[in-house]
């Protein structure tokens, strides 16, 4: 190539008078000109709580996650306001399991009273509660079951009857997950005739049927006793669909929706945030916080990097908000990165 050539060939590319390296050189560079920022701000902290008395059990499956019962609450409050993360969602563990889940609307269920509990401790931290059937049915749906199908219709007056209940304990917000067609109409209505027309809700838009989930269905108590959960969760090879379920969702009263999981879906909640304008949702399961905890106690991956890096991507996808086991964690990382 003759030096005309090169000069020609330089001048089409950029180089050397583009060099992207530039803005790369030190640490304060790339913090100036980088795109996304992660936040404690964005953070959603999932808790387990139980029935008794004294029980901080770590969840084998996932390290650095515990079943709480209500006595340990005000500790972990304290400790998850001090790392100014702003909101929590609730799942509860019920005392007994029956067809229907009675405990899940009972004026003094396990949720209910870890409600009232962390109300008391801290009254400005946005409580949230998961509003199915799973973890309080002897048959471990997430709806009334008749001859081995989960019947649509009579299992969203029952998610009407949670949502009410949640609410008048004090619940900040509800989150509908049971996939369900019509959930969010069905709980908007509810909430609205028991006059809290003020209650925000979360709708699980896009939840997928996924392998990701294992390690909370250890945690929630809620493997499915019969077949699995494919007729109602999401085929997960499926994307035009999940746009359809989130515009019904938005339609039905949504306030803000939520693509579930996160980290196979980056694409789907690329598309949601290109076409919506809703607060956007992603929920970083249990799966994918346990590989990276498997893999770093192995000794294979770098957990804070790793973590983080899966958390920007996640929100760099479009996420606006982020429910994730990692929130404590990612909390002091990203105070100590800002010093």
């Known amino acids: 190539?003759?030096?005309?050539?090169?000069?020609?060939?330089?001048?089409?590319?950029?180089?050397?008078?583009?060099?992207?390296?530039?803005l790369r050189r030190t640490p304060a560079l790339r913090r100036m000109v980088r795109e996304t920022k992660l936040s404690v701000d964005d953070f959603i902290y999932p808790l387990f709580v139980v029935h008794g008395q004294d029980i901080r059990q770590e969840i084998s499956s996932m390290p650095g996650?515990?079943?709480?019962?209500?006595?340990?609450?005000?500790?972990?409050?304290?400790?998850?306001?001090?790392?100014?993360?702003?909101?929590?969602?609730?799942?509860?563990?019920?005392?007994?399991?029956?067809?229907?889940?009675?405990?899940?609307?009972?004026?003094?269920?396990?949720?209910?009273?870890?409600?009232?509990?962390?109300?008391?401790?801290?009254?400005?931290?946005?409580?949230?509660?998961?509003?199915?059937?799973?973890?309080?049915?002897d048959h471990g749906h997430c709806g009334v079951v008749r001859d081995h199908q989960v019947l649509n219709d009579e299992t969203l007056t029952i998610y009407g009857r949670v949502a009410v209940s949640h609410a008048e304990a004090g619940a900040d917000m509800v989150a509908p997950s049971g996939m369900m067609d019509g959930?969010?109409?069905?709980?908007?209505?509810?909430?609205?005739?028991?006059?809290?027309?003020q209650l925000p809700i979360l709708a699980y838009?896009?939840?997928?049927?996924?392998?990701?989930?294992?390690?909370?269905?250890?945690?929630?108590?809620?493997p499915p006793q019969f077949g699995d959960r494919r007729s109602y969760q999401m085929d997960p090879a499926n994307a035009r669909m999940a746009l359809r379920e989130i515009a019904l969702d938005i339609q039905e009263g949504a306030d803000i929706v939520m693509v579930k999981p996160a980290l196979p879906y980056l694409d789907i909640i690329r598309q949601v945030r290109d076409r919506f304008p809703l607060p956007l949702a992603a929920y970083n399961v249990s799966g994918e916080y346990a590989m990276i905890k498997a893999a770093a106690r192995n000794g294979w991956l770098n957990e804070q990097g790793t973590a983080l890096e899966m958390l920007t991507g996640i929100k760099r996808a479009g996420a606006d908000l982020i429910l994730t086991y990692f929130a404590k964690d990612a909390a002091r990382w990203l105070s100590e990165q800002h010093g």
């Open 205 to 222: 838009a896009a939840k997928y049927a996924s392998n990701f989930y294992g390690p909370f269905r250890d945690a929630a108590q809620s």
């Open 65 to 137: 996650v515990y079943h709480l019962s209500l006595d340990q609450l005000p500790r972990e409050v304290n400790e998850i306001s001090a790392l100014d993360i702003p909101a929590v969602i609730l799942f509860g563990i019920p005392a007994h399991k029956d067809p229907i889940g009675l405990e899940n609307f009972a004026e003094h269920g396990i949720i209910q009273e870890a409600v009232r509990t962390i109300k008391r401790a801290n009254p400005d931290l946005t409580v949230i509660t998961d509003v199915c059937m799973c973890e309080y049915t």
């Open 183 to 197: 959930q969010v109409g069905a709980v908007r209505h509810a909430l609205d005739g028991a006059g809290f027309a």
């Open 1 to 22: 190539m003759t030096e005309i050539e090169e000069t020609s060939k330089a001048a089409e590319t950029g180089f050397p008078t583009v060099r992207m390296r530039r």
